[in-house]
């Protein structure tokens, strides 16, 4: 059980650095849930960052991660492009990249893919 939804808790989103950045958007939080449910799951690479730690991992300045808007994940049981198509088709108003080993899933509220 997470304090966020069914399987994810706060702490899987905090930023990477250890400041204690924390806060998480709601919307996200539907979406991976529903991912989870339909996939298995879900590993967080990366959620919310704090500005420093933005820059320190090589983010652009308006990342959505600064928001609390976006999220790295690997699903654990199943292919990548699968969650990718996924995400894609269910939630238009996304912002979406597909990379070599992980899925950046965002809330910015309108479509980007990359």
């Known amino acids: ?3 966020l939804s069914e399987n994810f808790s706060r ?3 905090e930023c990477g ?4 950045t924390d806060t998480i958007d709601a919307e996200l939080i539907r979406i ?3 991912v989870r449910d339909k996939f ?3 590993k967080i690479n990366s959620g919310v ?3 420093d730690h933005n820059k320190k991992v090589g983010g ?4 959505q991660h600064i928001k609390g808007r976006a999220a790295d994940i690997v699903p654990l049981d199943c292919d990548l492009p699968a969650v990718w198509n996924y995400i894609n088709e269910i939630y238009p108003n996304t912002g979406l990249g597909l990379y070599g ?3 950046h899933v965002d809330t910015r509220g309108s479509k980007a893919r990359w």
């Open 1 to 3: 059980m997470g304090d």
């Open 11 to 13: 702490k899987e989103f």
């Open 17 to 20: 650095c250890g400041c204690g």
């Open 32 to 34: 991976l849930q529903d």
């Open 40 to 42: 298995g799951p879900i």
């Open 49 to 51: 960052r704090c500005r």
């Open 60 to 63: 652009v300045k308006t990342s």
């Open 101 to 103: 080993d992980f899925i």
